[in-house]
């Protein structure tokens, strides 16, 4: 894996958000809106963190799955490219990304534990079959370089690596992934946006840290913004990644 984001495949391949908000012409031909696109790319990301949540990976098999995904929508259609069966091949390919592998019998059996419909239940060669396409549609480029990393040093920094906003700002990464954020902005600049809103709603003065860092804080500001514009509250999003962070620990 490359050392460095900057030099990386992830680095070369950001997007804007114009690029990641096209609809493929088959896809709008079923009629699929814009909004839908991003419904239905939320709902997949559920569904991966469902998956791994009962064949016991680590959240960063989950995020590289999700950026996995939604990658491969800003060039493929879900017309050719079934969500029901992209979903757990880009949690059987990141799984073996991220040096975790889950076999694919195993994500078949909770495949059919989970979903009653049988649209849903796909076999082992489907996922293989899946693998190969979703490879050629990422053009073999696997590396995902995730905010985790940076905000566990970050926060250190600021001096606030204490439990508390530890889970916070964790869960809140977690949230980024509701969105296709991963695929437009450095990871780092993420991970200062969950400290800032973390700082706020916990009432840490971090605004001479942020001054000492020289980023552009019109861009932290307005991934804030993105964070909070979801239809619901911040402090609803908070509840439940808060949660999820006790086992998500395990990196």
């Known amino acids: 894996m490359a050392a ?4 990386s495949s992830h680095y070369k391949q950001l997007l804007d958000q114009e690029e990641v908000d096209v609809v493929q012409s088959l896809d709008k031909d079923r009629g699929i809106t814009l909004e839908d696109f991003k419904l239905i790319k939320m709902h997949m990301a559920n569904y991966i963190l469902k998956l791994a949540q009962n064949v016991k990976v680590r959240q960063r098999v989950v995020a590289t799955a999700i950026t996995y995904m939604r990658r491969v929508y800003t060039r493929k259609s879900m017309t050719e490219y079934d969500p029901r069966l992209v979903t757990p091949t880009c949690l059987y390919l990141a799984s073996k990304a991220e040096e975790s592998t889950v ?14 419909d049988e649209k ?14 979703i490879l050629e549609a990422l053009d073999y480029y696997l590396v995902v370089f995730h905010p985790y990393r940076a905000l566990s040093q970050l926060l250190q920094d600021a001096g606030l690596n204490d439990i508390n906003m530890t889970q916070l700002t964790w ?25 800032y809103i973390a700082s706020v709603l916990r009432e840490k003065d971090t605004t001479a840290w942020f001054e000492e860092l020289h980023v552009d804080m019109n861009v932290v500001s307005l991934l804030k913004a993105k964070l909070c514009e979801r239809g619901e509250s911040i402090q609803f999003l908070l509840l439940g990644s808060c949660i999820e962070f006790v086992g998500c620990c395990n990196f």
């Not at 460095?4 to 030099?7: A, K, L, P, V």
């Not at 076999?103 to 534990?113: C, D, E, G, N, S």
């Not at 849903?120 to 396409?133: A, D, G, P, S, V």
Request: a positive charge; one cysteine or more; glycine letters at 2%.
């Open 4 to 7: 460095n984001f900057w030099t």
């Open 103 to 116: 076999q694919a019998r195993l994500l078949v059996f909770y495949i059919k534990k989970i979903q009653s």
């Open 171 to 195: 869960g809140l990464v977690n949230d980024t992934y509701k969105m296709d954020l991963i695929l437009i902005h450095p990871p780092y600049l993420i991970a200062l946006a969950c400290i």
């Open 120 to 133: 849903y239940k796909y076999e082992i060669k489907h996922i293989l079959e899946m693998e190969m396409k």
